[in-house]
C-alpha cells in the first residue's frame, strides 16, 4: 500500500502531465517535487519546435522550487506517456540525465528518491544514486 505522501506526489504529478505542452512528440511528462519543509511544486514538459530551448517536468518543477527559495529536496514523482496511452497501460518515465544531473546538484544522491509511476499504484521507486552513479559534482571541480 501507498503512503499518504507518495499517493500525493503521483496524483499531483498526473495533473501536472495534463498541463504539458507537447505538440511535437505528444509525450506528456508530469513532476512532482516533495520538498524537505513539505511543500510540493509540479512541473510539466515544454517542447519547442527548436528542440533544445524545450525543459522536461523535473527540471521545471525544480527550477520553480529553486526560485522560491527551495534548496532542499525529499522525492520526486515522474509520470510521462504519450497521449493516447490511458493512465495505468503505460510503462515508467525515468527522467533524463540532464534533468539527473540537475537533481545531483541539489539532491543527496542516497537519499533523494525518484518515484516513476504509470498509474495510482504503478510505479517503480529508486534512490537517485541508482540513478546516476557517477554524477558529476562539486567535489569533480576541486580535482
Known sequence: MLDKIKRQLISEAFEAQKRAYAPYS????????????????????????????????????IFKAVSEGELEFEAIAVVGNKEAIKKGEGTLCAPCGVCRQVM???????????????????????????????GFVEENLNH
Open 26 to 61: 505528444h509525450f506528456k511528462v508530469g513532476a512532482a517535487l516533495l520538498t524537505k519543509s513539505g511543500k510540493i511544486y509540479c512541473g510539466c514538459n515544454i517542447e519547442n519546435a527548436a528542440y533544445s530551448p524545450g525543459n522536461c517536468a523535473e527540471r521545471t518543477a
Open 104 to 134: 545531483a546538484e541539489f539532491c543527496d544522491p542516497a537519499e533523494f528518491k525518484v518515484i516513476m509511476a504509470w498509474g495510482e499504484e504503478q510505479y517503480k521507486e529508486c534512490k537517485l544514486g541508482e540513478l546516476l552513479p557517477y
